[in-house]
């Protein structure tokens, strides 16, 4: 157990719907990841935020949103969904900024969009 | 972009034999992590490489930082059957950049 607890686990939805998944990082753990999984294209980093605040960018859709709230937990908002949003979506913490590369990976929400 | 080339993409060995895989970049880096996994589960890290030509090693598993910082190596020996899953290398280059860069991973599947 990684300590990072996302929810939910399984999602299904239709094509143009909206989500959102939750993350609570690991207590005392100040950054929070976002990525994302497919087959095709391996882990993909969307968007990291410490302590509230946006700290880098990957290559998230205009589509996705995320935001860190005061409490650390953090949220990825998917909206307008298409059929190749489809994949696992893992959030990931870190004690500081990450500079050490060493992130702590929840379980992942996987998505189905149909 | 920064893109990492793991290899092999997959794996069959026998319970007991030694296994090996490597990624290599175009990029340097400044750290590279392997992490290992599990079906259903998020990637745990197994070992992590801070300076070049660095050599560790836990448990049954060995890494190495590449001389030129533009590769990096995992071998397990004595594998075993809990040793399936799938593995990645990733590499973060530092500065204000803190994202890491997977690589597409290597999936171990050991027979018993």
């Known amino acids: 157990d990684s300590g990072v607890t996302q929810t939910p686990k399984h999602l299904i939805t239709a094509t143009g719907q909206r989500v959102t998944l939750r993350c609570s990082p690991r207590?005392?753990?100040?950054?929070v990841y976002w990525y994302q999984q497919s087959l095709d294209q391996g882990l993909q980093f969307l968007i990291q935020y410490y302590n509230g605040e946006e700290r880098a960018k990957g290559n998230i859709l205009e589509r996705f949103s995320a935001q860190q709230f005061p409490d650390l937990h953090s949220e990825l908002n998917l909206s307008s969904l298409e059929l190749g949003d489809s994949a696992l979506y893992f959030c990931?913490?870190?004690?500081?900024?990450?500079?050490?590369?060493?992130?702590?990976f929840g379980e992942g929400s996987r998505l189905t969009v149909l | 972009g920064q893109q990492l080339n793991q290899s092999p993409q997959s794996m069959f060995i026998q319970e007991g034999e030694d296994v090996s895989m490597n990624c290599t970049s175009s990029?340097?880096?400044?750290?590279w992590l392997w992490y290992k996994q599990d079906p259903g589960e998020g990637p745990v890290l197994l070992i992590a490489l801070y300076k070049a030509g660095e050599l560790t090693s836990n448990g049954r598993l060995t890494a190495q930082f590449g001389i030129t910082r533009k590769d990096s190596f995992l071998n397990i020996s004595a594998s075993i059957p809990s040793d399936v899953g799938i593995y990645f290398c990733a590499g973060y280059s530092g500065g204000s950049n803190y994202k890491l860069t997977f690589g597409k991973g290597t999936l171990l599947t050991v027979n018993p």
């Open positions: 207590s005392g753990d100040l950054s």
């Open positions: 990931a913490s870190s004690v500081g900024l990450g500079a050490t590369g060493e992130l702590f």
């Open positions: 990029s340097i880096f400044n750290t």
